[in-house]
Nanobody, 124 residues
C-alpha cells in the first residue's frame, strides 16, 4: 500500500507558475507515476505521466510545452512544474501511481493508487 499526498496547489494569476509535489509513504521506484486533474461535473483526465526511471514522459496536448513532470525516486517524490497557467488549468490535481504500466501515458484504469488532490485555481 502506498499513500500519496499532494502539495503546492493554490491561487495564481494567469501567466503565473506553480510547482506541485506528491510525497509517497513508500518507495515509488516500481511505479509509473502521473498527474490527473478534474473539474466539477467532469471526469478526471490525464495531464502528465512518467515511467519508473523517468526515461519516458507523456503530456496531454493542452499542457505540452507548459508543464514538466519529474520524479526523484530517492526522495519518493513526484513533481509537476506548471508554467504559463491559464484559467482553463483550474482543477483539482491528483497524483497517481501505477504498477500495471511502465510508460509515460497512463489511463485511469491503469492506476493502483490515487492521492486526494490539491486545488489549483488560476484567475484571469
Amino acid at each position: 500500500q502506498v499513500q500519496l499526498v499532494e502539495s503546492g496547489g493554490g491561487l495564481v494569476q494567469a501567466g503565473g507558475s506553480l510547482r506541485l509535489s506528491c510525497a509517497a509513504s513508500g518507495r515509488i521506484l516500481g511505479f509509473a507515476m502521473g498527474w490527473f486533474r478534474q473539474v466539477p461535473g467532469k471526469e478526471r483526465v490525464f495531464v502528465a505521466g512518467i515511467s519508473q526511471m523517468g526515461g519516458a514522459k507523456s503530456y496531454a496536448d493542452s499542457v505540452k510545452g507548459r508543464f514538466t513532470i519529474s520524479r526523484d525516486n530517492a526522495k519518493n517524490t513526484l513533481y509537476l512544474q506548471m508554467e504559463s497557467l491559464n484559467p482553463e488549468d483550474t482543477a483539482v490535481y491528483s497524483c497517481a501511481a501505477s504498477l500495471k504500466r511502465n510508460m509515460g501515458y497512463l489511463s485511469r484504469n491503469d492506476i493502483d493508487y490515487w492521492g486526494r488532490g490539491t486545488q489549483v485555481t488560476v484567475s484571469s
